[in-house]
């Protein structure tokens, strides 16, 4: 064992024991605290056992070069570091509570085997492996650099709390069960093979690859450029909930559910599986393959825009098309909806009018499909003003073979009994003057 500048308190209870191909065995084994007193560094070139009952704590530094075995607990206090360059492997029954720093470098490796218990309230920074198949709580901050790969295993959690923030920039797979309630910033390749529940914010340009159960929980806000649902995976977006995706949403098979909330996408891809688009709203510029609207609110491009469906749409009796209108340009003003297959209507259209020099006779082509079949059942906000309403024509083969659904600003009829006493008191007037 080597010590540089090294004062072990209470005292060094050590068994040494010198190997030909082991450098040296140190067990900790006698039911006490080892502690690295703050300003001091222990290293360590061997094999250290930490058994059960035994503490090591690192008010200073302790720099690992070799091997450390924890089935005690290791104990990093504000100011203390544990200077990872070997193998750090937690065993059953083991612990790590760190309040201060643990540093996992390039070539290095800290795994928390089943039964082992990792947590992390003070900094965590990985550029080597990390392995999981216990428990890594992280209430602190932990930061996957550019080097760094985290695995969490079948029966591993990992468990980003309340408190935590998880920056991923390289490479996460999550094989396990991985829980962020507090934030994580993913801006590398995230492979979700477990299960993945948040309640708390995601964010970052990075790529998620779902194979397992993945749920955005009411209240939570997912954002990440590009993610990819897999044969066999659930991706549930639930009320409340709040889903950006800045590129593509791919769906290779498996089963995508819009319950609720709010899920943006500029691109999705439907190539295979299931599309429950059953609550929430949905906005998007691209939808390949077919869409069917089975109680949400489709909204057409990002507020406004359009919504280009290369497939058929449909929408059943409680879903709704939503259409803002802000001007007089289709695409950056008002809102229309595109399909190059057939359109098939019921349920409601809506208008969110917010436009200040709207005219009468102005008019909004809406919607096109190269066959419109129904029509929609009811226009909610259809009356513009006392004097003004939305009137709407179906004109089949508009545009060659194109169907097209416009919307003008008309006059509200004037009721046939005001007509009436109206024209009276009309030829009441010419009476008298006669």
């Given at each position: 064992?080597?010590?540089?500048?090294?004062s072990?308190?209470?005292?060094?209870?050590?068994?040494?024991?010198?190997?030909?191909?082991i450098?040296?065995?140190?067990?900790?084994?006698?039911?006490?605290d080892t502690?690295?007193?703050?300003?001091?560094?222990?290293?360590?070139?061997?094999t250290?056992?930490?058994?059960?009952g035994?503490?090591?704590?690192?008010?200073?530094?302790?720099?690992?070069?070799?091997?450390?075995?924890?089935?005690?607990?290791?104990?990093?206090?504000?100011?203390?570091?544990?200077?990872?360059?070997?193998?750090?492997?937690?065993?059953?029954?083991?612990?790590?509570?760190?309040?201060?720093?643990?540093?996992?470098?390039?070539?290095?490796?800290?795994?928390?085997?089943?039964?082992?218990?990792?947590?992390?309230?003070?900094?965590?920074?990985n550029?080597?492996?990390?392995?999981?198949?216990?428990?890594?709580?992280?209430?602190?901050?932990?930061?996957?650099?550019?080097?760094?790969?985290?695995?969490?295993?079948?029966?591993?959690?990992l468990?980003?709390?309340?408190?935590g923030?998880?920056?991923?920039?390289?490479?996460?797979?999550?094989?396990?069960?991985?829980?962020?309630?507090?934030?994580?910033?993913?801006?590398?390749?995230?492979?979700?093979?477990?299960?993945?529940?948040?309640?708390?914010?995601?964010?970052?340009?990075?790529?998620?690859?779902?194979?397992?159960?993945?749920?955005?929980?009411?209240?939570a806000?997912?954002e990440?450029?590009?993610?990819?649902?897999?044969a066999?995976?659930?991706f549930?977006?639930?009320?409340?909930?709040?889903t950006?995706?800045?590129?593509?949403?791919?769906q290779?098979?498996?089963?995508?559910?819009?319950?609720?909330?709010?899920?943006?996408?500029?691109?999705?891809?439907?190539?295979?599986?299931?599309?429950?688009?059953?609550?929430?709203?949905?906005?998007?510029?691209?939808?390949?393959?077919?869409?069917?609207?089975?109680g949400?609110?489709?909204?057409?491009?990002?507020?406004?825009?359009?919504?280009?469906?290369t497939?058929?749409?449909s929408?059943?009796?409680?879903?709704?098309?939503?259409?803002?209108?802000?001007?007089?340009?289709?695409?950056?003003?008002y809102?229309?909806?595109?399909?190059?297959?057939?359109?098939?209507?019921?349920?409601?259209?809506?208008?969110?009018?917010?436009?200040?020099?709207?005219?009468?006779?102005?008019?909004?082509?809406i919607?096109?499909?190269?066959?419109?079949?129904?029509?929609?059942?009811?226009?909610?906000?259809?009356r513009?003003?006392?004097?003004w309403?939305?009137?709407?024509?179906?004109?089949?083969?508009?545009?060659g073979?194109?169907d097209?659904?416009?919307?003008?600003?008309?006059?509200?009829?004037?009721?046939?009994?005001?007509?009436l006493?109206?024209?009276?008191?009309?030829?009441?007037?010419?009476?008298?003057?006669?």
């Amino acid at each position: 064992m080597t010590s540089t500048n090294a004062s072990i308190s209470p005292d060094l209870r050590y068994a040494i024991f010198f190997l030909s191909a082991i450098p040296f065995i140190a067990f900790n084994a006698n039911a006490a605290d080892t502690t690295i007193p703050s300003g001091t560094t222990f290293t360590n070139s061997g094999t250290v056992i930490n058994a059960f009952g035994d503490r090591i704590i690192a008010e200073g530094t302790y720099d690992n070069d070799g091997v450390v075995a924890n089935d005690g607990e290791v104990v990093t206090v504000p100011g203390g570091l544990f200077d990872n360059y070997g193998t750090f492997n937690t065993n059953s029954g083991g612990v790590v509570d760190s309040t201060g720093t643990i540093t996992n470098n390039n070539g290095a490796t800290l795994s928390t085997f089943a039964g082992g218990d990792f947590f992390n309230d003070g900094a965590l920074d990985n550029e080597g492996n990390i392995a999981n198949s216990g428990t890594l709580d992280n209430d602190g901050s932990f930061v996957n650099g550019v080097n760094g790969v985290i695995i969490n295993d079948v029966g591993g959690l990992l468990d980003n709390g309340n408190l935590g923030y998880f920056e991923n920039t390289n490479s996460l797979t999550n094989n396990g069960e991985f829980n962020n309630n507090g934030t994580f910033a993913n801006d590398g390749t995230w492979s979700d093979i477990g299960i993945f529940s948040n309640t708390g914010n995601v964010n970052g340009g990075g790529s998620v690859d779902i194979s397992g159960a993945f749920t955005n929980t009411t209240g939570a806000s997912f954002e990440q450029s590009t993610v990819t649902v897999n044969a066999g995976a659930t991706f549930d977006l639930l009320s409340g909930s709040q889903t950006i995706i800045s590129n593509t949403l791919t769906q290779n098979g498996g089963t995508i559910s819009v319950f609720g909330g709010r899920l943006e996408a500029t691109n999705i891809d439907l190539i295979g599986g299931a599309f429950d688009f059953t609550g929430g709203v949905l906005n998007t510029t691209a939808v390949n393959g077919n869409l069917n609207n089975a109680g949400g609110i489709l909204a057409p491009g990002q507020s406004p825009g359009i919504t280009t469906i290369t497939g058929d749409y449909s929408q059943d009796s409680g879903s709704t098309l939503l259409i803002e209108i802000e001007g007089l340009i289709q695409g950056t003003e008002y809102d229309s909806l595109f399909v190059t297959g057939t359109a098939t209507l019921d349920g409601e259209l809506n208008f969110d009018l917010d436009y200040g020099s709207l005219a009468l006779d102005d008019s909004f082509e809406i919607l096109s499909a190269e066959v419109i079949s129904g029509t929609f059942a009811t226009i909610k906000n259809k009356r513009i003003n006392e004097e003004w309403k939305w009137e709407l024509s179906y004109d089949l083969d508009a545009v060659g073979t194109t169907d097209i659904i416009t919307a003008r600003v008309a006059l509200v009829p004037i009721p046939a009994a005001v007509w009436l006493f109206g024209s009276a008191l009309g030829l009441l007037g010419w009476m008298r003057r006669k």
